[in-house]
């Protein structure tokens, strides 16, 4: 793997991180879950400031993989990742390869 491509996957690690504290400040809250929220697209782009509309549940499920993220649709990057779901608000991709196993190691 090329070191560009390490670092987007470590970008990527450090948005999930702050992803995951918006969900427990969320859990803490007293809306019951179809209340969506706002989460930052997990993408490699660090310029990046999309907002993305997931339920707690929505991304609960997302988090039982160590190797998905949440991007804007059309941030994924084909080389190191592959979109698994989409809807009309969001994509989730997996890490591929060595990128997988960061993602996986960060979390």
């Known amino acids: 793997m090329q070191d560009r491509d390490r670092r987007l996957?470590?970008?990527q690690a450090?948005?999930?991180?702050?992803?995951d504290r918006i969900a427990?400040?969320?859990?803490?809250?007293v809306n019951p879950d179809p209340v969506r929220?706002?989460?930052?697209c997990e993408c490699s782009d660090t310029d990046c400031t999309?907002?993305?509309?997931?339920?707690?549940?929505?991304?609960e499920s997302l988090r039982s993989n160590s190797t998905w993220f949440v991007v804007t649709p059309g941030h994924d990057i084909p080389r190191i990742?592959?979109?698994?779901?989409?809807?009309?608000r969001y994509?989730?991709?997996?890490?591929?390869d060595e990128a997988g196993e960061i993602a996986a190691a960060a979390d």
């Open 9 to 11: 996957a470590l970008n």
């Open 37 to 40: 929220y706002e989460f930052f």
């Open 14 to 19: 450090i948005f999930r991180e702050v992803n």
């Open 50 to 59: 999309d907002r993305l509309e997931l339920t707690l549940g929505e991304y």
């Open 91 to 96: 994509e989730i991709v997996t890490k591929l």
């Open 24 to 29: 427990e400040v969320a859990t803490g809250l």
């Open 81 to 88: 990742e592959q979109i698994v779901r989409r809807n009309d």
